[in-house]
């Protein structure tokens, strides 16, 4: 082999460790901007878990005897053991389950949002006219529904 075409052997992985190297700095700088990376949904799972336990615990009911309160500890501490058993088996389902509420979340304020506009919008400018006029007219029908006042996006004068 000629020495242009030879790699040291240090260098075989030099590619590997470049990324490496950037991608460390990239978290860095990362964390640097945007503080620390928000927790995965099932630390925040645990975390909701010991918090609930911890403010159950510290509820100290002079009612409650002695063996109601160890018996309270003992239905947190099993709670917290079936728990524990499923979020180290599956952390990425808590993440998924994250993910679709936040979808579901989205989808929920998009529906209300045009709801509302739909609501707030009254009816367009041009039909406004012709239905106030509309509005005055009786009919002999009873089932006609310009005899119950004006509509949802109808006017109705105050003064």
């Not at 470049?18 to 975390?47: M, Q, V």
């Not at 159950?56 to 018996?71: D, E, T, Y």
């Not at 709670?79 to 979808?103: Q, S, T």
């Not at 029908?141 to 109705?156: K, L, M, N, S, V």
Request: hydrophobic share 35%.
């Amino acid at each position: 082999m000629s020495e242009a075409t030879e790699r040291p052997a240090a260098d075989s992985d030099a590619w590997a460790t470049a990324c490496a190297e950037d991608l460390e700095a990239e978290k860095l700088r990362r964390h640097a901007t945007y503080g620390p990376p928000p927790a995965s949904a099932a630390e925040e799972l645990r975390k909701l878990v010991d918090a609930v336990a911890d403010k159950v615990s510290s509820l100290q009911n002079p009612l409650l005897g002695m063996a109601a309160q160890g018996a309270v500890q003992q239905l947190i501490n099993q709670a917290k053991a079936a728990v524990e058993p499923v979020i180290e088996r599956n952390p990425g389902v808590f993440d998924h389950l994250a993910a679709a509420g936040n979808e579901l979340l989205a989808a929920y304020r998009s529906a209300v949002e045009g709801q509302e506009t739909r609501w707030t919008r009254g009816p367009a400018p041009s039909t406004r006219a012709t239905d106030a006029a509309h509005d005055t007219e009786k009919s002999d029908d009873p089932t006609d529904p310009r005899d119950e006042g004006p509509g949802p996006g109808g006017h109705i004068d105050l003064d």
